[in-house]
């Protein structure tokens, strides 16, 4: 005897309904679309520019697409100038600058956001105060110091100084505040020291919070030309934004086609940074949210 089982067919699923493009979507729309031009056209400008013959970077009217892209502009980026000297030189200074700021904002943070003190929060604000004095004002007494430490026209004479970070400290203090005091006193409890507890529960947890850190210190660093002018002289321990201007030749005479090649070159570094910390960059943004 066989039973026969009925098989139900699966219903149809509905379509969701479209949602009515409303006034207020297209103009954010809009918003986005003028934001994006005035973002990335600069952007687009310089490599088109940079694909032409130095005679056709000023057609009028002027061609924004080079139908017979010319890469010539970019050999000669190399052949006028040390690039991969301005490269390494560049690459060690932000490189050691980052992670001296994430280490030093990460024991900072964690001292003002954890450890009570007294004149705590005046400290705090007078770190904060920092944040308002633009670097003109002190390059002169840190070139002193660098001078009397006898490491003028070095790379460390760039590193050193910029290592502390008053933003850096702000945005760890936030981060750990963050943090549930429970997981420091659990730890308190099984006898563990201050610094114990930074390293073993607090520092694993502030890797987004850290990666914001350093990721915002390369892409700064990597493109500072002030302090860099300022602290050094030799053409060994030129960082790549120096070694660009030298590309415009004398009195502003070379080719517009090579020094924005040379542009395109240097944004090269800060684009593989971003591309591969862009995961940790959104979570340490995103992080907190929801709680």
């Known amino acids: 005897m066989t039973t026969q089982i ?3 067919a699966p219903a149809p699923r509905r379509r969701a309904a479209r949602k009515p493009v409303t006034s207020a979507y297209v103009g954010r729309l809009v918003v986005l679309l003028v934001a994006a031009v005035l ?5 687009m400008w310089t490599l088109s520019t940079s694909l032409r013959l130095p005679s056709e970077s000023f057609d009028l009217p002027p061609r924004f697409i080079p139908w017979d892209p010319d890469f010539t502009s970019y050999s000669e980026v190399f052949a006028q100038i040390d690039m991969i000297r301005l490269v390494v030189n560049s690459a060690l200074m932000t490189g050691l600058i980052a992670a001296g700021q994430m280490m030093t904002a990460a024991m900072a943070g964690y001292a003002f956001a954890r450890l009570k003190f007294k ?3 005046l400290l705090f604000g007078l770190v904060l105060a920092t944040m ?6 002190t390059i002169v007494p840190v070139f002193m110091i660098i001078r009397g430490m006898g490491l003028a026209d070095t790379l460390l004479a760039l590193i050193i100084p910029a290592i502390p970070t008053a933003f850096g400290t702000f945005l760890m203090r936030q981060y750990f505040m963050g943090v549930p005091a429970e997981l420091a006193e659990a730890a308190e409890i099984d006898g563990a020291s201050q610094w114990r507890i930074f390293r073993s529960v607090y520092l694993p ?3 987004p919070g850290m990666a914001i850190v350093g990721i915002l210190a390369f892409n700064y660093h990597w493109n500072e030309f002030f302090r860099p002018l300022i602290l050094t002289i030799s053409e060994e321990n030129f960082t790549l934004p120096l070694g660009l201007v030298s590309l415009q030749g004398n009195m502003g005479t070379g080719s517009i086609s090579v020094v924005l090649a040379g542009v395109i070159l ?6 593989v940074v971003f591309f591969f910390g862009q995961r940790s960059l959104r979570a340490g943004l ?3 949210v929801g709680k």
């Open 286 to 288: 995103t992080a907190g």
């Open 132 to 137: 308002m004095i633009p670097v003109q004002v």
């Open 119 to 121: 004149g705590n929060k």
């Open 6 to 8: 009925d098989k139900k």
């Open 39 to 43: 973002t990335l056209g600069p952007v």
């Open 266 to 271: 240097s944004m090269l570094p800060a684009l």
């Open 205 to 207: 947890l502030a890797t």
